[in-house]
């Protein structure tokens, strides 16, 4: 079956930086679409960042623009998303998803999520 393993969340505190990574198996990585969305507590899961399946357009959410990366290593099943500057409001639970087709902004339009692991950022 489908997994989606992310990892390298933590605490840390504002301006320092971390890498996540998201490990994939039981699909054909290549094909994805992958895509970074996080939840804080009491608010919707939103979107973070996404990457087609060729390394093309990377999307982003307006809000971490110029501070995170999203990348993937398709030899290796593996995305990444490198955060620098992080800040307080970046605290959530960041989750890796996997669709068939284009990047996209939308949770629904994703076919598979990990569990996600928790980022916090002290001020």
């Known amino acids: 079956q489908v997994q989606l393993v992310e990892s390298g969340g933590g605490l840390v505190q504002a301006g320092d930086s971390l890498r996540l990574s998201c490990a994939a198996s039981g699909l054909t990585f290549s094909i994805y679409a992958m895509g970074w969305f996080r939840q804080a507590p009491g608010k919707e899961r939103e979107f973070v960042a996404a990457i087609p399946w060729d390394v093309g357009s990377t999307l982003y959410a307006d809000s971490v623009k110029g501070r995170f990366t999203i990348s993937r290593e398709n030899a290796k099943n593996m995305m990444y998303l490198q955060m620098n500057t992080l800040k307080p409001d970046d605290t959530a639970v960041y989750y890796c998803?996997?669709?068939?087709?284009?990047?996209?902004?939308?949770?629904?339009?994703?076919?598979?999520w990990g569990q996600g692991t928790q980022v916090t950022v002290s001020s």
């Open positions: 998803a996997a669709r068939r087709g284009g990047p996209s902004r939308m949770t629904k339009n994703y076919d598979y």
